[in-house]
């Protein structure tokens, strides 16, 4: 590699993957205690869990469709991006300064409102950019490369929380950390190349013919056919692993025994193995196709959730973070190079953001009430893992039986 060629590297990927780094950190810094926090620091009960995450929830419906339409023809991703960073900093340093239920629902709904977008947003920035290197005869990287980042930036959280926590801070910490990776997140979009999604670079700054909304192209593309069956396939995926991770850092801790900061430790042990996942994505695609992916998927997801039900011990809760790997791509990351394969240059952004709304956002409403009025009836939560892997039983029959994606080996 000529210096050229390196600083060209150092220009034009390392900003993106950051991106995806620091991202990925917000998450990492609240999932895993989230609701920890909200039960032992504040007293929510699990009802009330609940009903927050179903209020958080109704954002994922709201907000990915309005911000990548915004993004596909208004404003460019680095902008939005910018702004939800320092709206989601303001509202973890709120959350920490009050220390209330009221709080809590108040100012962690407007965070999820905004960051829900984050993701949508950066898959279609990250395509819209390898797709002009393509047709510029630049260099491109595959999607998984890019996304393997996200995966260590999800862990790195974890291992600095636990030190805090062993050195006697409260749950609470959790709140600064995120406020600190969305100030580095904010930091970074200033490094990311700035275009107009939704036409191409030798168009920007002319004036554009008026068109319809991309959403209702890419609501056109989505929900017909074979691609129909592959959104309710993962409508209930979405749902069924919504009741499982709303409260798995309480089943940890409560049903398994786990403190605090070990339970961190242990929910990022599948994150872990998740990179090696991703590593042979490409391979993996190569080989056996998406639709074998999802199946894939979707069976390791039955067999954790009804092994939790079943044995609810440390060591299975260990073992079973085997399977996170294979769960994260089924749902998470599998759905995303499908969706870009079927999407116009128009609707790069508006697809991610409106499957986002409907697939993943809808069921979690649902799937959070309903893990809170579960968990309530049935504190151990053995019941919420039981149903929701008879509900990813389900999902198999339905891809491996009704789905077929064109092409499914040639995605990345």
């Not at 190349?193 to 068109?211: I, L, M, N, V, Y």
């Not at 639709?291 to 809760?317: C, D, H, N, Q, Y």
Request: glycine share 8%; proline share 5%.
């Amino acid at each position: 590699m000529t210096p050229s060629t390196f600083f060209n590297w150092l220009h034009n990927f390392l900003p993106v993957r950051f991106q995806f780094l620091f991202s990925y950190a917000i998450m990492g810094s609240l999932m895993p205690y989230l609701t920890i926090y909200l039960n032992k620091e504040l007293g929510i009960s699990d009802s009330t869990i609940g009903l927050l995450l179903a209020g958080a929830a109704v954002s994922v419906v709201l907000s990915p469709v309005v911000m990548t339409a915004i993004a596909d023809t208004k404003i460019s991703g680095r902008q939005l991006l910018g702004t939800i960073f320092l709206c989601s900093t303001a509202c973890m340093l709120a959350m920490a300064y009050f220390a209330a239920p009221w709080a809590a629902f108040v100012f962690f709904g407007i965070h999820v409102f905004l960051f829900v977008s984050v993701l949508p947003l950066l898959d279609g920035m990250n395509f819209t950019v390898q797709k002009q290197r393509l047709e510029e005869g630049k260099s491109t990287t595959p999607y998984h490369q890019i996304r393997i980042w996200g995966t260590v930036g999800f862990i790195i959280p974890s291992l600095v929380i636990y030190v805090l926590l062993e050195s006697g801070f409260s749950v609470g910490i959790i709140l600064y950390a995120t406020a600190a990776f969305a100030v580095l997140s904010f930091l970074n979009t200033r490094r990311l190349p700035t275009f107009h999604p939704g036409a191409k670079e030798e168009d920007q700054g002319k004036k554009q013919p008026k068109r319809r909304l991309p959403t209702l192209d890419a609501a056109a593309v989505l929900f017909r056919g074979r691609t129909l069956v592959f959104c309710i396939a993962l409508f209930l995926a979405h749902g069924a692993t919504t009741a499982y991770m709303a409260f798995y850092p309480i089943y940890l801790t409560r049903t398994v025994g786990f403190s605090d900061q070990v339970a961190g430790l242990v929910f990022n042990i599948g994150a872990f193995l998740e990179i090696f996942f991703l590593l042979g994505l490409g391979w993996a695609i190569r080989t056996i196709g998406l639709k074998w992916i999802l199946i894939i998927g979707m069976a390791s997801t039955t067999l954790r959730m009804l092994t939790l039900a079943a044995f609810p011990t440390p060591e299975m809760a260990i073992i079973t973070q085997i399977l996170h790997g294979p769960i994260i791509i089924a749902i998470h990351v599998g759905p995303v190079l499908y969706l870009n394969s079927i999407a116009g240059d128009r609707f790069r952004n508006s697809i991610q953001g409106l499957f986002t709304m409907v697939i993943v956002g809808a069921p979690r409403i649902v799937g959070s009430l309903w893990a809170g009025s579960m968990a309530e009836r049935h504190p151990d939560l053995l019941m919420i893992y039981f149903i929701s892997g008879v509900i990813c039983i389900f999902v198999v029959i339905l891809i491996a039986v009704f789905f077929k994606a064109e092409n499914d080996k040639n995605l990345m």
